[in-house]
């Protein structure tokens, strides 16, 4: 694999081979075959703190790698290796806290009709994860990012198809990750990263592979996910595929705060080059004064915002053929026109269009799809009717943000809630004000959607993430000695518990 | 649909009509229509409770048309009902808990690096849920059985696809259920029953429809997930499919309690004719004379047990078809004869063979799948070695059984918790003594297992079986007056909650 300089186009070095399936098979094997390793929590515990710490102390090295190969920058890349140790030791944290074994127990009751046995259930880790990396997250959501976190974290060994845009930092990240579980006596094929396209279609097939996580397109997504699908055995795909992110403004909210709206939606929309999947692709304007100041506003700012580099050069020439395909719609106007910059940058631009556009299917559909890039469309609206059959049309998104006027965020029976409403069903976060790009990486956090979003009810972030990787087990009047800690009568690890009915924290 | 009585396999009465795609199309959005009806948790325990006092109401005329239609007997399908009935008031009780809806708060933090928003997260309903109900319980994993209870306590209005052995069970059942609906204030169209082949190929197709629940064969449950997975929206589609239930018999178990265990076996595998998906299929006893002398109790007691009717012609001949095929084996012997019986029973029987018949593939494969019917397979292993490597060819299963000796019970590092080590992977519910047949309704409950038992992680019965229909989504910055009562501040209704990492409950 070459690991290629965005910024200039020329290959870098050449790290690492394309992996053949013979590398799977092995890859795989390996990892099935130390899965029993991972049983102990402490050891998990100090394997996610040991990754953060070695991620940390190779820190320069791999900033300085993955901003030369994603052109992201080093004060973002920075961040993000930040955000990617959090995530690690957060997920020890919860290995500690155990809530997530959803441990329900049911003693023996003779008094019923029928008596009711001993149960005891708990949830045990499904096996060999796959996981595909993303191409604009080199570290949070790559190689040690949070899918491998919260694999290793439910007890799951993981074999990691890298990127192809970032091939040098999968490499350094792996190596921080294998060193890790060295450090606790580990075996090191608890990860893996291998690299190339076909190698990601041998994983999927894999029989040893029990689950796999992705984030990506929704072509790339959706092909491994009837893959899945597909086998003799069909495993849980968790994809994160696309998202449009619509953004609803009200009446109230533009008179309230036009410039102020204008502006953050400028930010939000080209953070990252516009290259985050919570990117606010869609923004829903009232039609009139208040809503043209809005629009003036992101135009004036996005004047002002720098051309960048996109991740790679496939990008950009989607990102430029799809701004292309948008703006010779009829009725869809540029006011600040997208596309090539100097040298290999793209400039941030948006587009706007009526609302009845978008109203009767037909090409027009082509702005309900995410088009990755510093892009967004400005739908403007005629009334309320107009805009609740807006939303009707949309797919599912991991986003949908709501802002409000100060007296429509007061009221529960009013035009606010009844919009809420209307957003919650579209998307697996609401927002309300603010800007859906920056994911915290927090327990109530969810990260996904319905389709297209995600291919499963799951998020790839927060502490719910684990869930993914683990299935529940329920045992029937096992003797007390042959239980797991988790399930003894004494709790010995102290985990929360369902108990009778009764939890016990 | 014509109900027929597999007692004579005469038509009883002609029952409703097979669904056109109309129907399906007019069932499914009717009950999108009405889903908002059951956002109020109120009237689903409402529901539910009525749900449960309906089909007592009626309990004399259902429990005397499904044993017409399914001959399963008048005790053991009230039983069922109550079963049933049960169930529906467990979820009502599981409603008033709350804890299902997994709320987790964390409040924001401008400490932190990034700041952290407020996020509030919880799950809502997915929307309309397609139910298949089963051949072998008219009632209990019917109509109104655990994916509708669970279904409707979630929130989510359900269209039934009715099982083609019992329509007139199904009829009634159904307008039990919109009886319910109406008497607690409910659109009757929480709940559909529909009949016929075409319709529930058309239902998995229905954009409206958000997830599917399945009981039945591996033949149709793929089929139809399948389906599901190829949609333009995949939705999930949660199938109990085939089991085998191994058994596993110690050499100490067999010394001490040969007979009691033989004839154990004997009431398991017969219990309902051998039509439960939990009919321990496949027993591993260990060669000598211990293992015979549990055999020769088997054949004994089996000697005992009056011929039965199976659920319909189709079942029958698929079960003689099996039965032969199996008894042709090499190396397969019967030591009592399943087949014919008087008129229309078949009499059950069982199977012996050697282990090593089942190490290498090939035909014998033939005995790791599920027959459906009263019959079982008893495979002598040679030793654990043997035992070892027949386990590790099994496929997924809805339960493993394990009998051990006095003292493999009482040692946590002996030969019982080495072979419990070894059945978890292979099972949703691990059994130590007793037999699987019988699903304890409560919430520690896990029926469900690797595929083929499931078609995914989840369980169809107990109080997690409502994690099925739900989806999560997250609040953030949401103002309080907007926000839903579960994740007001005040908690209004006193739900389990964690909050900043802290669990209330």
Redesign the interface.
Known sequence: MWSVDPRTGNQRERVAAEATAGDVDGAVRAAHAVRGALADREVRIALLRAAADELTADGARIIATADAETALGEARLT?EL?RTTGQLRAFAAEIE?G?YL?V???RADDSL??P??D???YK?P??VVAVYAASNFPLAFSVPGGDTASALAAGSPVVVKAHPDHPATSELTGAALRRAAAKVGLPEDVVTVLHGFEAGVELIKHPLVAAAGFTGSVRGGRAL??AA??RP??I?FHGELGSLNPVVVTEAAAGEKAAEIGAGLAGSMTQGVGQFCTKPGLVLVPAGEAGEQLVATLAKRLADVAPGVLLDGRMRDAFLAGVDARTRLDGVAAPVAAGEGEGRTVAAGFLTVDGERLLTGGEHDLLLEECFGPITVVVRYADTAQLTALLARFP?NLTATLHLGAAE????NGR??AL?AEL??L????????WPT?V?V?????H?G???AS???S?SVG??AIERW??????????E??LPPELRDDNPLGV?R?VN?T?Q?
């Open positions: 961040g930040g806290d809530g959803d329900i127990i049911d009709t029928p009711r046995p149960l005891r259930r045990i499904v096996g996910f009837d699908a597909a055995q069909p849980p599912g965020a007061e009221d529960p606010g809630a809420l919650t069903p998307a697996g976060r609401v927002l309300v004000g603010g920056g915290a927090t327990p109530a956090q969810h996904g319905p389709y297209p291919t499963s009810h998020t502490a719910t683990l299935r529940p087990v329920s045992y029937q009047n096992a003797p000695a042959l929360p369902r009915g939890r924290v």
